[in-house]
């Protein structure tokens, strides 16, 4: 199991899946989308750490397909529980993982390449 501390950071893949802290993320902070030159968005997201108050990670999901976020003003964008899942065998392209919420079924992000920063 991945003990976080800030200055760690992680590039998401198969391997992460299994071995990261996702039910430590409930709350986000911040959420930004990012529009390049490329036709698909990046998604930003600011997430403090449940278990240390102290510490925030910072999502950066690349090459988004799907954005499903709750309708504004009905609940915070939050999770009761963090889930991630390879999701290249509903081969879509551009679509490698999926994180969702198993209990509310949103948000939901499917993306093809990310990174997670601790601060």
Not at 98 to 105: C, S
Request: charged share 20%; aromatic share 14%; hydrophobic share 40%.
């Amino acid at each position: 199991m991945i003990h976080l501390s800030p200055g760690q950071s992680y590039e998401i893949s198969d391997d992460l899946i299994s071995d990261f802290p996702w039910y430590d993320f409930l709350n986000v902070d911040r959420f930004t989308i990012l529009c390049s030159d490329s036709c698909l968005p990046s998604i930003e997201m600011v997430i403090p750490v449940v278990s240390q108050p102290s510490v925030t990670a910072l999502f950066l999901l690349h090459d988004v397909t799907e954005c499903i976020l709750p309708p504004v003003g009905y609940k915070r964008l939050q999770f009761s529980e963090m889930n991630l899942e390879n999701f290249r065998s509903h081969q879509l392209e551009n679509s490698t993982y999926k994180i969702f919420d198993g209990d509310f079924i949103e948000p939901s992000f499917l993306f093809n390449r990310g990174e997670i920063f601790i601060s």
